[in-house]
């Protein structure tokens, strides 16, 4: 099946720093990227929606000054939490689909753990 | 807009029990409907689907649904449970706007085996 990746796997960081995460699909081409929250014992929250090579589309409560994206080719997207504090901390998942179409399947990386001092 | 219900948090079975997961949607027009599995350190993985036709679908590790529109349900099923099954098992809808389509997750159950 379709793998796609996340780097860090967890990082920790002081408040007020920014923070890059990286999804990247290997083995295809992801016309859509989507980032999700996840907080402990809760389902995951769609933050926004990337398309390759056009600005994402945040859902709404989304600051997207904070969490600046950017699918920049077909295989990575970034999300940068920007000026983090604690209580960004949190699981952050990407997935990526070679679709916008919500019938074809999104891939899921493993996830970031992002911990802000 | 769409919502998913998982009543149960929690759930636990002995190896070789048979298993089953509720999930409630609330959608208004025919949904797509998913099932994915998420164990420590790993992606999500899909289970399994349902766009259209038969209402019980079947998916990967012995897994299967079935859509009852009337209940608006999509329970997740499998006869038998194996150790390696317990993890967290999110039900989620799927909503196309025309311009972009989103996932809706459910909060999740998680499945304990005892042995």
């Known amino acids: 099946g379709a793998v796609v990746s996340q780097h860090p796997s967890w990082v920790i960081c002081k408040s007020g720093t920014s923070v890059k995460i990286e999804c990247r699909s290997l083995?295809?081409?992801?016309?859509?990227m989507f980032w999700y929250r996840q907080f402990p014992k809760q389902s995951l929250m769609l933050m926004a929606t990337?398309?390759?090579?056009?600005?994402?589309?945040?859902e709404q409560g989304v600051e997207k000054d904070k969490f600046l994206i950017n699918h920049a080719s077909l295989t990575l997207s970034t999300l940068t939490v920007t000026s983090a504090h604690p209580e960004d901390s949190s699981f952050y998942i990407c997935?990526?689909?070679?679709?916008?179409?919500?019938?074809?399947?999104?891939?899921f990386g493993p996830g970031t753990r992002l911990t802000v001092l | 807009a769409q919502s998913v219900t998982q009543p149960d948090i929690h759930i636990t079975v002995s190896e070789g029990a048979s298993l089953e997961l509720r999930c409630n949607y609330s959608?208004?027009?025919?949904?797509?409907l998913f099932w994915y599995v998420q164990s420590p350190g790993q992606g999500l993985q899909l289970l399994l689907k349902?766009?259209?036709?038969?209402?019980l679908v079947q998916g990967i590790k012995g897994f299967e649904a079935e859509f009852k529109r009337s209940q608006s349900s999509f329970n997740l099923r499998k006869p038998s449970v194996h150790w390696s099954d317990a993890a967290e098992y999110f039900c989620?809808?799927?909503?196309?706007?025309?311009?972009?389509?989103?996932?809706?997750f459910g909060t999740g159950t998680r499945l304990q085996v005892t042995l």
């Open positions: 083995d295809f081409q992801a016309t859509t």
């Open positions: 990337s398309n390759e090579g056009s600005k994402a589309t945040y």
């Open positions: 997935s990526a689909s070679q679709s916008s179409f919500s019938y074809n399947e999104q891939f």
């Open positions: 349902y766009f259209s036709g038969d209402t």
């Open positions: 959608y208004g027009a025919t949904p797509y």
């Open positions: 989620a809808v799927g909503q196309n706007t025309g311009t972009a389509s989103k996932l809706t």
